[in-house]
């Protein structure tokens, strides 16, 4: 099936520790993202990347760190700066929000920090 | 940088209601603009787009959003509302040229049987 898959679906890390979180698209999309979804504040925009090798902070990226040597792949870091990284994670990708085509998303992580 | 404001956070409605959801920009150019909505347990998905042309666009499952260059708006609309709209419904707007997709806080919508 051609989609989005974000892995694992609930993670629990101790404060203090790095955590990355998997995302992968097999649909041949150029552009990835990723939000943050907390109550009441929507989604929020991390990062994104426009290309292989090339990413930009969206609005509340510190704390974070991403990647994207690969087209298919967008893996977040979670750091431990990030001081309150307890949350729902959305991955998303497009062939191009310029060209007006829709982002699709993945059903997203839940990451506890105890 | 562009922003995104849904000023309706919980909106409830009966059945057969009429509908409409704000969503305002701030961008001094040129945007593409999103509804997006998601069912409870379920992923995102796309409502309706606009990119350029009529300013009325029509999307999925009845419902349709509104340009107004001069307001800043895209709001969504739809006639009758039925029970299966209950959902969270998102504006998103994306900068001409710019892959930067923002979305707005989002409007939870529950519809009364």
């Known amino acids: 099936d051609g989609g989005i898959t974000q892995s694992p679906k609930y993670l629990f890390r101790k404060e203090g520790q790095n955590v990355t979180l998997s995302c992968e698209q097999n649909l041949n999309h150029d552009a990835m993202y990723w939000y943050r979804q907390d109550p009441g504040q929507g989604l929020r925009l991390i990062y994104y990347s426009q290309i292989v090798n090339d990413f930009q902070k969206g609005d509340i990226a510190e704390g974070y760190s991403v990647s994207r040597e690969k087209k298919e792949s967008f893996p977040l870091t979670v750091t431990s700066a990030q001081k309150n990284p307890t949350a729902f994670y959305l991955c998303?990708?497009?062939?191009?929000?310029?060209?007006?085509?829709?982002?699709?998303f993945g059903q997203g992580t839940r990451l506890t920090v105890v | 940088a562009q922003s995104v404001s849904q000023h309706n956070h919980h909106v409830i409605l009966s059945e057969a209601a009429s509908l409409e959801l704000g969503c305002n920009y701030s961008?001094?150019?040129?945007?593409?603009l999103f509804w997006y909505v998601q069912y409870p347990g379920q992923h995102l998905q796309l409502l309706l787009k606009y990119f350029s042309g009529d300013p009325l666009v029509k999307g999925i499952k009845g419902f349709e959003a509104e340009f107004i260059k001069s307001k800043f708006s895209f709001n969504l609309r739809k006639p009758s509302v039925q029970w299966s709209d209950t959902a969270e419904y998102f504006c998103?707007?994306?900068?001409?040229?710019?892959?930067?997709?923002?979305f707005g806080t989002g409007t939870r919508l529950t519809i009364i049987p």
């Open positions: 998103a707007v994306a900068p001409f040229g710019n892959e930067k997709l923002t």
């Open positions: 998303a990708s497009s062939m191009s929000a310029t060209l007006n085509t829709e982002a699709f």
């Open positions: 961008y001094g150019g040129t945007v593409n």
